[in-house]
């Protein structure tokens, strides 16, 4: 088994300040492609990661998707509190604009959402004007690749109201899981069943902004399988 190692995140910083939400579906267009022509990376050694943060400033929340995340998602509509979940969406544009900017070396569709952790400290109203900030933490390579980790901030009016830590993996062409014989001959009894609508990922995708493409569509799950490394 590999020994985890902890990767240098060399300086100086380098930095976004983004002034509007980033197109997703042309950013999810350019992930594509920089995915299938990129050359993926063998060593971490032969290549340096920076250190990198974003913000985002002076948000004012679209109170129309907030309405839809919360009918899409079951949440109550007689409120003005934003679900601390549809939160977690205000960075989907800085994560997509750095893994497909010249700062990040690795395949943007290579990277899997492995661990997500999320606090936050009190109520937020759907009318005040919020603050991102979205930085690389840390990187652990180990014997399944690299292990990304990043911080997440929401401030209002300076004060620190929502905070989370994301980690992706960016899987090593050389890890092979090993087959447990006793766990393959194993069912899984389920306990509950949910009717899913067709498209909803594409509406979640609407008020969100993720446009992840295995919560899309049948057909783009099954090309990136075949068709990206």
């Known amino acids: 088994m590999k020994t985890p190692e902890t990767i240098e995140l060399k300086s100086p910083e380098q930095t976004i300040v983004l002034h ?13 492609l920089l995915s299938i022509f990129r050359s993926s990376v063998d060593s971490p050694h032969n290549i340096t990661f920076n250190k990198f943060s974003s913000a985002f400033n002076n948000i004012k929340l679209d109170l129309n998707k907030i309405s839809q995340f919360k009918k899409i998602c079951g949440y ?7 679900p601390m979940l549809y939160l977690q969406s ?27 952790k999320i606090l936050q400290t009190r109520k937020i109203n759907q009318n005040e004007v919020l603050n991102t900030k979205f930085s690389l933490d840390k990187i652990i390579n180990n014997e399944k690749g690299l292990e990304l980790t990043f911080l997440l901030e ?12 994301t980690t992706t993996l960016s899987k090593s062409k050389k890890y092979k899981k090993r087959k447990n014989p006793d766990q393959a001959s194993k069912t899984i009894t389920p306990f509950t069943i949910i009717d899913v609508p067709n498209d909803i990922g594409r509406q979640y995708a609407k008020v ?5 493409p295995h919560h ?14």
Do not use: C, R
């Open 154 to 165: 929401i401030t209002s009016k300076e004060e620190l109201v929502w905070k989370g830590v």
């Open 76 to 82: 109550p509509q007689d409120t003005d509190t934003v």
């Open 208 to 212: 969100s902004g993720d446009y992840n």
């Open 90 to 116: 205000l960075f989907i544009g800085q994560f997509g604009k750095y893994i497909t900017s010249s700062f990040f070396p690795l395949l943007p569709m290579g990277l899997i959402h492995t661990k997500q």
């Open 216 to 229: 899309l569509s049948a057909f783009l799950q099954n090309f990136l399988v075949l068709n990206v490394p």
């Open 20 to 32: 509007k939400d980033p197109f997703m579906p042309m950013v999810l267009v350019k992930g594509i």
